[in-house]
């Protein structure tokens, strides 16, 4: 095994390490980190991106790695920033709240595939304590979360995260960045959330369940899938179509929705 590669990844965090030069440096330019800037990265696993960051800040960053082996790696590399801040544990269930006492973050990480759905929906609960998030993830979902309405990647993983962000598909990173090789595209994404939400819902447990309800059954229409939950009659009172696919709604549709069924 390379010497660039300390530690051997583990399938069952799926973990695929980083190695491409100009695409580290893209990811860097993209974060824009800062002196002064509070920036969290998540796995960041034998470390490809964290130095270019602890320069770009004068040498703070907190770090979030479940991989006990990964700790003494990332330790001897990184030790010798007095603000390096290595926080042990699983980031799905991380208090991310305890690292914004003096400001908003700005988060970072090339995301396991297995928890990248889960991970996002665990900050976006912390979304007013964020100024932005760049993450690497697989292309598929990356494409899901950046679709529009009439997409065939839209569904409630786009609608939920721009609820709360503005969001910006960057750039592809091929299988061969990374080692081991993954089988799939991966994808850089930025994501920023709203100072103010533009449509903000009275409850937003509602609306995430009117959404997961609208895309139980993507192929039926609004009619069937949210049938129990509004009549066909409210939603030509919302001026919605109940014969209307779910993907075919925008964000401010689902809250309207959402907010007539509180």
Do not use: W
């Not at 969290?40 to 800040?57: D, H, M, N, S």
């Not at 494409?143 to 839209?154: C, T």
């Amino acid at each position: 095994m390379s010497s660039d590669f300390q530690h051997r990844a583990k399938k069952r965090f799926g973990q695929n390490f980083l190695h491409d030069h100009n695409i580290i440096d893209n990811i860097l330019a993209a974060v824009a980190a800062k002196p002064g800037d509070n920036v969290v990265e998540i796995g960041p696993g034998q470390g490809a991106i964290t130095e270019g960051i602890l320069k770009a800040t004068d040498g703070h960053l907190n770090v979030v790695e479940l991989d006990r082996d990964l700790i003494p790696i990332l330790l001897s590399k990184f030790s010798v920033y007095p603000g390096f801040k290595l926080n042990q544990g699983d980031a799905l269930e991380y208090d991310f709240g305890q690292l914004t006492a003096d400001k908003p973050m700005k988060v970072v990480g090339n995301l396991p595939y297995n928890i990248s759905t889960p991970l996002i929906f665990h900050l976006l609960s912390y979304h007013d304590r964020i100024t932005d998030m760049h993450f690497m993830l697989q292309k598929e979902v990356v494409d899901r979360i950046a679709a529009g309405p009439r997409e065939k990647n839209y569904g409630r993983l786009s609608i939920m995260v721009q609820y709360y962000c503005q969001v910006h598909s960057l750039f592809i990173v091929k299988p061969g960045c990374f080692h081991p090789v993954p089988k799939v595209d991966s994808a850089v994404i930025r994501m920023v959330p709203y100072k103010e939400l533009p449509h903000p819902a009275k409850d937003v447990k509602q609306l995430e369940s009117v959404v997961r309800q609208a895309f139980s059954q993507r192929r039926k229409t609004l009619r069937n899938t949210l049938k129990g939950v509004i009549s066909s009659e409210e939603l030509e009172a919302l001026g919605i179509d109940p014969g209307a696919r779910p993907e075919t709604l925008t964000v401010a549709e689902y809250v309207a929705i959402s907010d007539a069924t509180c």
